[in-house]
């Protein structure tokens, strides 16, 4: 069985605590069958058939394996911070390289962990662009810029690292949001990643064989990316409570994430949060019905769980009706099936 493990102070490591990732199309198709052979699996039995329901397993931590890691991340700031930024630049060439090497495993296991073919493959394309390094080269050109000058002074602003970043990046579209945060290893900073403890399959091969593999062909210090999994809660504690840690990010539910915020600040450290909200669609009554109409329907794509979609429509009182017509007529349209059928998840036109 493929073994996905986590990486601790530049070493692979396989904690011997496991658990079981089933076929996403299988979880749907035979729910009360997958839930039998994972919790088999976990009793220490090896039931007939499991292939056909289980891609993998992959490692949880141990009491101590974060607190390595953040160790770990600290050692690696202090002489990452020293690197010089073209050095670091180049890291992303070897980034952007291996990220479109390795495409077509991570876009499948996205499908295998749920994601709509299509869906995964536009998460794809924003990861490779956010990547490129046209991009990377004018995040790199805000690093240090002349603000303002007289006769007496020249002004600048300089962005300098502030050491170990810890993420916890959200459950549903974890690899690709995560994804974002390779930017803080440009100003020189380490990083250690909390994959979600339910889907990490796409996020571990990320990091490792994309981004790890990247620091480690440009001799980033060992200790520069570290991944850890395990129960969130217990985890951001460990965080808050961490003199190695000096920024925490967090992805998810707004209620959580203010409240992480809060004790950050109290412990010193800075919160970087993305969270909850419902994205509300405002349509005027000399609004574009149809575009407006195609607009609302994205809310279906990915099964509702996409960020950046509308989740809510405020529509005027005299193209109400008109609107929910289009929204029903579109509704037809929507094709239901596994994630690894090769559909759209909405037709794109059907006015």
């Given amino acids: 069985?493929?073994?996905?493990?986590?990486?601790?102070?530049?070493?692979?490591?396989?904690?011997?605590?496991?658990?079981?990732?089933?076929?996403?199309?299988?979880?749907?198709?035979?729910?009360?069958?997958?839930?039998?052979?994972?919790?088999?699996?976990?009793?220490?039995?090896?039931?007939?058939?499991?292939?056909?329901?289980?891609?993998?397993?992959?490692?949880?931590?141990?009491?101590?394996?974060?607190?390595?890691?953040?160790?770990?991340?600290?050692?690696?700031?202090?002489?990452?911070?020293?690197?010089?930024?073209?050095?670091?630049?180049?890291?992303?060439?070897?980034?952007?390289r291996l990220l479109l090497a390795n495409k077509d495993e991570f876009i499948r296991l996205l499908v295998i962990e749920g994601h709509p073919r299509k869906l995964a493959e536009w998460e794809f394309e924003g990861m490779e662009i956010g990547s490129r390094p046209e991009t990377i080269n004018f995040y790199k050109s805000q690093l240090r810029k002349e603000i303002g000058r007289s006769e007496d002074e020249i002004l600048y602003w300089a962005r300098k690292p502030d050491g170990v970043i810890c993420l916890s990046p959200p459950g549903n579209a974890s690899a690709s949001n995560s994804y974002t945060a390779i930017l803080i290893f440009l100003v020189g900073n380490t990083l250690v990643i909390k994959p979600p403890l339910k889907a990490p399959l796409a996020t571990i091969f990320l990091w490792k064989q994309v981004v790890n593999e990247a620091l480690k062909q440009n001799e980033a210090p060992t200790g520069t990316l570290n991944i850890v999994l395990g129960n969130s809660k217990i985890v951001t504690e460990e965080w808050l409570g961490s003199p190695y840690v000096n920024d925490i990010a967090f992805f998810g539910d707004s209620k959580n994430g203010l409240a992480i915020a809060a004790k950050a600040f109290q412990q010193g450290k800075k919160p970087i949060l993305e969270l909850s909200g419902n994205d509300m669609l405002l349509v005027w009554k000399d609004g574009d019905l149809d575009r407006a109409a195609a607009s609302m329907l994205d809310g279906f794509l990915g099964s509702g769980q996409i960020c950046m979609v509308p989740k809510i429509g405020l529509i005027h009182e005299q193209v109400y009706e008109d609107f929910v017509e289009r929204i029903a007529l579109g509704a037809q349209g929507i094709k239901i099936g596994l994630p690894s059928e090769w559909i759209l998840p909405i037709v794109p036109k059907v006015f």
């Avoid at 749907?28 to 220490?44: A, E, K, N, W, Y």
């Avoid at 949880?60 to 020293?82: C, V």
Wanted: hydrophobic share 35%.
């Fill in 1 to 96: 069985m493929k073994t996905f493990t986590l990486l601790v102070n530049g070493e692979d490591l396989d904690t011997g605590v496991y658990e079981y990732f089933p076929y996403a199309d299988k979880a749907i198709s035979d729910p009360l069958g997958t839930r039998r052979i994972v919790h088999q699996l976990r009793s220490g039995l090896t039931p007939q058939g499991w292939e056909d329901y289980i891609y993998a397993r992959y490692c949880i931590g141990k009491d101590d394996t974060n607190q390595k890691a953040l160790e770990a991340a600290y050692r690696a700031s202090q002489k990452f911070k020293l690197f010089p930024l073209s050095a670091r630049r180049k890291i992303y060439d070897d980034m952007h």
